[in-house]
């Protein structure tokens, strides 16, 4: 009989990725004999994205799920209480309300960049990461509550130019 490690890496990433039936999974895996660092990343990227071993390399693959483990750990708000913080930080400007906005939205942050990554697989994906996490910072510092624009456009728009600004004048400059 296979025992559950909830400790243990490969149910870490599971949870990460939200795997239904995590422990159906997890034990199927082990039944399975796949233990190799590679075939369990080759699986878990097929639940992930289904293309994502195409688009991949299995060190990228490896960043990428060290991102969803630690982004776990982060604590998601919906998107009333985004709206109370932001409107909270456009008021104060209060640096730890600023820090927790960024970190609710890093999902959205990660998602963007692999949309991008897939596109332009040249590009180091933590590079892409802390350029688009420049991006929500400013798209945080210029959103106005006020203005009856939902935030996620704010921070599409910010994102997006401060990728292509880096990124697209390296490869034209």
């Known amino acids: 009989m296979i025992k559950i490690d909830k400790t243990d890496k490969l149910y870490k990433y599971l949870s990460a990725l939200k795997v239904k039936d995590i422990d159906k999974v997890y034990l199927e895996l082990a039944r399975a004999g ?15 994205r289904p293309s994502l071993t195409e688009d991949f390399d299995e060190s990228e693959l490896e960043k990428i799920l ?6 776990k750990k982060v604590k998601h708000i919906n998107k009333t209480q985004l709206n109370e913080k932001l409107k909270r930080y456009f008021e104060t400007h209060d640096a730890k309300i600023k820090e927790e906005i960024i970190n609710s939205q890093l999902k959205d942050v990660l998602h963007m960049c692999l949309n991008y990554k897939s596109l332009h697989k040249d590009v180091d994906l933590q590079d892409l990461v802390q350029t688009a996490n420049i991006g929500l910072m400013r798209a945080i510092d210029m959103y106005d509550p006020g203005a009856r624009i939902d935030f996620k456009d704010y921070e599409i728009y910010y994102i997006g130019e401060q990728i292509k600004e880096e990124f697209e004048e390296k490869k034209n400059g």
Do not use: E, M, P
């Open 34 to 48: 796949i233990y190799s660092r590679k075939d369990i990343i080759a699986y878990l990227s097929s639940k992930f």
């Open 66 to 71: 060290d991102y969803y483990v630690d982004l």
